[in-house]
């Protein structure tokens, strides 16, 4: 039963996992290699004619438009939600960075343990191909040992897709709420991703603010794929920040450049002088280091390969707790055809999941009712940024689990 509320117009929560509980039992999963630095989906994704495709598709597309809803066709997409990508950035990794963070002696080590972390969430993406926008209410819920993560779309237009992650020591806590704008500028497209990630150590009380690069997609003169921009990582308790810079490839006709760059530095901004601590400098798919500005020492901040190298495809652990709104059960139908490469059924599984969603939005509006989301609350202030906050305290074991190598 949906809870409602008399307030004018009701309040209806999550309607894409109210399905029976026979459904959910009886729903199946289709899970796929995440996007790691070797082998996995880039091996398998490499169609005839990518670029002319890819052209084709923008034909009739002004420079300067929001393609946050762009209907993208099957053959573009990657066998997987965007919810998926986001999990697989917490919940696949080779190395755990993460666990990393709160092991720190000092707010200095921790906070760059926060650094590493984030650059092992950048992933390497796949020109020519997109994950689905995840649909209204859809869930993915994923366990990699102790740590628990759970994900849901909060709002559809514009796409807002919100995660909560806690481990069972109680360390460690994240709160996401990410909004993506994709643009289209003529011979390119860039995506840049809105909203907060917060990284919580919860033994220091201190809380990581951290932005997330740009994605930015050439199509001439050469095509490519690479994130860019300038990422910020403050703790507002012990008045360290850092800030990195990813770099866009200057490469012409797609030769040359220094591709995958990053570099930045660790400050304290509390003390106005904004005086560094720490330089950063290296490339975010193979190894970037950390020196010590006082004492010169270098070290290995980070290392991709350990990070992201053979990272292992999550599976089902327990079928029957597969929620009817958990991502790899909604497209499952259509990432079975596009691994298939059966074209036409992939085309018209996705025309029914997308079907499903807006005749549930339609007859939401008929009856009067605002849609809620099951595992998060949800607002927006006055200059459009969302902010996103866990119903429950923590996260708990999930029936999808990453296996230990």
């Given amino acids: 039963m949906r809870r409602r509320r008399a307030i004018g117009r009701s309040l209806v929560e999550s309607e894409v996992d109210t399905s029976s509980t026979a459904a959910a039992t009886t729903a199946t999963a289709v899970l796929t290699a995440p996007l790691s630095l070797e082998g996995g989906l880039a091996a398998e994704l490499k169609p005839a004619n990518l670029v002319q495709r890819v052209l084709s598709l923008f034909r009739n597309v002004r420079p300067g438009a929001d393609l946050s809803h762009f209907q993208l066709p099957a053959t573009f997409n990657l066998p997987k939600s965007q919810l998926q990508l986001y999990g697989e950035g917490v919940y696949c990794a080779g190395e755990d960075y993460l666990s990393r963070c709160a092991r720190g002696k000092d707010s200095l080590e921790r906070l ?113 794929v690479e994130w860019s921009g300038t990422v910020r990582i403050t703790c507002k308790e012990s008045g360290l920040e850092a800030e990195l810079s990813y770099h866009r490839s200057r490469s012409f006709l797609g030769i040359g450049g220094d591709a995958r760059c990053v570099n930045g530095k660790v400050f304290r901004s509390s003390s106005g002088s904004q005086e560094t601590a720490c330089e950063i400098d290296g490339h975010w798919d193979r190894t970037v280091s950390l020196k010590d500005v006082r004492s010169g020492e270098v070290s290995v901040l980070y290392d991709a390969k350990r990070a992201i190298g053979n990272l292992i495809t999550p599976e089902v652990k327990d079928q029957e707790d597969l929620s009817s709104s958990e991502s790899a059960v909604v497209w499952s139908e259509v990432s079975e055809a596009i691994l298939a490469k059966d074209w036409e059924k992939a085309s018209e599984a996705k025309r029914q999941v997308e079907g499903r969603a807006r005749k549930l939005d339609k007859e939401r509006n008929e009856r009067g009712e605002v849609w809620m989301p099951k595992h998060f609350s949800l607002s927006q202030d006055k200059n459009g940024k969302w902010e996103c906050w866990p119903l429950e305290k923590s996260v708990r074991p999930a029936p999808i689990i990453v296996p230990s190598s």
Wanted: glycine letters at 8%; one cysteine or more; aromatic letters at 8%.
């Fill in 112 to 224: 760059t343990g926060v650094v590493a972390w984030s650059i092992s969430t950048t992933r390497p993406p796949i020109f020519g191909f997109a994950p689905y926008n995840p649909v209204l209410g859809e869930t993915h819920h994923v366990s990699s040992g102790s740590i628990h993560v759970l994900l849901e779309q909060v709002s559809h237009r514009p796409p807002v897709s919100a995660l909560h992650a806690t481990d069972d020591g109680g360390n460690i806590e994240l709160v996401w709420c990410q909004n993506p704008v994709p643009k289209f500028h003529g011979t390119s497209i860039e995506a840049t991703v809105n909203g907060k990630r917060q990284v919580k150590l919860l033994k220091f009380n201190e809380t990581y603010e951290v932005d997330c690069p740009n994605l930015l997609i050439r199509l001439l003169p050469a095509p490519s």
